[in-house]
């Protein structure tokens, strides 16, 4: 498996059955490597970003998430402008230097309420960058949330796999517009984040190769992997959560396969294991997402059944993180972590 791991790191790619071996591997190395070349390029330091999961509406239905429009059991709310703003005048006192602004795809949000939102966050904090992840929006409406001033946008394609798409998505939903919009995202300018679920019924290590061979063409800037966690008001309900080892395997073929790559520990890897957070890392993670909203929105917030630390306050949420990250020899920072190519 050594040798396999070495050509990953001299060459960053592989033949497809080469991934597939060590998609399955259980050897340490393949983590140690990929920590080794985070520390390489990031040090012992650590981005944290400051999540504002700021609507829970949601006009889609995929099978798989507990906001769809379907699951009418969802208390739903939408945070007013001022209380976003009172999230970033909080993280930024707190050291957040990146925002995400995250929900369901709300109609509510027109552009033109978007975009007075993003200037309105730009004014009030110009050391700051916005993300958004918000779902597919048209060309149009991608290129007035460049001009307000976003940074970044996060949309996972989910699969690389159209009929794999279609085993998670309504027919309404397709792969190719959710590609097309990640290649819209890129000619804007965004920095880019795509991603993955681990274990998503249906999911073979085929589809998982597709997905690193679709993230080797589009060249984002982040990719978010997480575990896929069942939700009990969807159509996934009785279906098996997705394999820690598999999740840290694919975070640290991410890491040799493209060395810069901005890389979350995500909140799914720390909902599966006590330590998942901190064994993302250690299998070659370089972000957290600390959670900005209000303790009162979190519980509405749920894609998947048993999200932890509900009712936690912001400060709770950053000291918390920053002593994992401690406790393993890391350092949370603050500063805007923009992706160098
Ligand atoms: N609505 C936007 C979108 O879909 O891109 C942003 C919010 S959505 C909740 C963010 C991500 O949550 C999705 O891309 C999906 O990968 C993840 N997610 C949804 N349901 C999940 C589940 N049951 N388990 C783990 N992750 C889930
Ligand atoms: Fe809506 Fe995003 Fe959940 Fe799909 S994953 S139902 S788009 S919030």
């Known amino acids: 498996m050594q040798d396999l791991i070495h050509k990953l790191e001299s060459t960053n790619n592989l033949q497809r059955s080469e ?19 985070r520390e390489k390029i990031f040090g012992n330091k650590i981005y944290m970003r400051g999540l504002i999961e700021f609507t829970n509406y949601c006009k889609c239905d995929c099978y798989y998430c507990g906001l769809r429009h379907s699951n009418k059991t969802v208390q739903r709310y939408r945070y007013t402008k001022e209380q976003i703003l ?12 990146t925002f995400v602004l995250q929900g369901g795809e709300d109609s509510f949000f027109t ?17 700051c960058a916005i993300t958004i992840s918000l779902g597919e929006r048209s060309l149009e409406s ?15 394609q989910e699969t690389s796999s159209a009929n794999h798409y279609s085993q998670l998505h309504p027919p309404n939903m397709n792969l190719k517009s959710r590609q097309d919009c990640l290649w819209n995202l890129k000619s804007l300018g965004f920095q880019v984040g795509c991603g993955f679920m681990v274990g998503t019924p249906g999911q073979t290590l085929d589809h998982i190769v597709d997905d690193f061979l679709f993230i080797k063409e589009l060249d984002p800037a ?28 694919i975070v640290a073929i991410l890491r040799l396969m493209k060395p810069n ?34 303790p009162e929105t979190q519980g509405k917030y749920q894609l998947y059944d048993n999200k932890s630390h509900i009712g936690d306050k912001p400060a709770q949420f950053r000291d918390r993180i920053a002593k994992q990250m401690a406790a393993i020899g890391c350092e949370v920072v603050v500063s805007r972590g923009d992706y160098a190519e």
């Not at 552009?111 to 050391?127: A, F, M, N, R």
């Not at 992997?225 to 840290?248: C, D, Q, V, Y």
């Open 19 to 37: 991934y597939k071996s060590l998609l399955l591997c259980d050897d340490k190395y393949l983590h140690e490597r990929a920590s080794t070349t």
């Open 86 to 97: 009172e999230c970033c005048a909080h993280g930024h006192e707190l050291g957040f230097r």
């Open 111 to 127: 552009d033109e309420i978007l975009v007075d939102i993003i200037q309105s966050i730009k004014t009030g904090y110009p050391d």
């Open 142 to 156: 991608l290129k007035l949330l460049r001009v307000a001033g976003a940074d970044r946008y996060l949309l996972r």
């Open 222 to 249: 982040m990719v978010g992997i997480g575990p896929f966690i069942p939700h009990s008001e969807t159509p996934f309900a009785g279906e098996k959560r997705g394999n820690l080892a598999l999740t840290l395997n």
């Open 261 to 294: 790559l901005l890389l979350p520990s995500t909140t799914a890897l720390g909902n599966i294991h006590p330590k998942g957070r901190e064994m993302g890392v250690l299998a070659g993670a370089n972000v957290v997402m600390p959670n900005l909203s209000s």
